[in-house]
T-cell receptor, first 112, second 112 residues
Framework: KQEVTQIPAALSVPEGENLVLNCSFT??????LQWFRQDPGKGLTSLLL?????REQTSGRLNASLDKSSGRSTLYIAASQPGDSATYLC???????????FGSGTRLLVRP | GEEVAQTPKHLVRGEGQKAKLYCAPI?????VFWYQQVLKNEFKFLIS????????ETGMPKERFSAKCLPNSPCSLEIQATKLEDSAVYFC??????????FGQGTRLTVV
């Protein structure tokens, strides 16, 4: 059974810091991995999608990497801003069952 | 449309009443997923569709939950005889085959 774990569970940093969010998964038979952000009481906004054959994706200040063989992904946020405060979710799409499996989330607070 | 549209945003039902939630996937997307978010970031898979066909229903409490995706109509998730424990945010997502999943804003169901 696939388990997706995110570390840390919560993070508080001052504005301007670069930071790394970690995601690990136990079953490497994934089709892709997506990073989402969720603001309180809101839906999920897709940030980056990495296909299983890819190593990384970049969008603006965000960079996500994927090491499928070791079951790890990282989300790097450069020059963090208060507007980055949200919960970040790592979600894998299983190859066999075509089911999205969610990580436990990292709650990020960027202090002005 | 270019976004997943979920209605209503909020729904309040007395225990034992019926609740019906709707989801209009992005045009051209053939897969639809329903998830239940309870307690912080715990996302529970309910059911998925490939067009109007059930793809995977392993997460559905079948005695009270049912779902449909009919041609030219929004998909629906219906809960008969709601219970207090059904209170949650229900998210719908759509995707083309094995690509990026897009989520709606969710429907918050409160059972009183």
């Amino acid at each position: 059974k696939q388990e997706v774990t995110q570390i840390p569970a919560a993070l508080s940093v001052p504005e301007g810091e670069n930071l790394v969010l970690n995601c690990s998964f136990t079953d490497s038979a994934i089709y892709n991995l997506q990073w989402f952000r969720q603001d309180p009481g809101k839906g999920l906004t897709s940030l980056l999608l990495i296909q299983s054959s890819q190593r990384e994706q970049t969008s603006g200040r965000l960079n996500a990497s994927l090491d499928k063989s070791s079951g790890r992904s990282t989300l790097y946020i450069a020059a963090s801003q208060p507007g980055d405060s949200a919960t970040y979710l790592c979600v894998v799409l299983m190859d066999s069952s075509y089911k999205l499996i969610f990580g436990s989330g990292t709650r990020l607070l960027v202090r002005p | 449309g270019e976004e997943v549209a979920q209605t209503p945003k909020h729904l309040v039902r007395g225990e034992g009443q019926k609740a019906k939630l709707y989801c209009a996937p992005i045009k051209g997307h053939s897969y639809v997923f329903w998830y239940q978010q309870v307690l912080k970031n715990e996302f529970k898979f309910l059911i998925s569709f490939q067009n109007e066909n059930v793809f995977d229903e392993t997460g559905m409490p079948k005695e009270r939950f049912s779902a449909k995706c009919l041609p030219n109509s929004p998909c629906s998730l219906e809960i008969q005889a709601t219970k207090l424990e059904d209170s949650a945010v229900y998210f719908c997502a759509s995707s083309q085959s094995f690509t990026e999943a897009f989520f709606g804003q969710g429907t918050r169901l409160t059972v009183v």
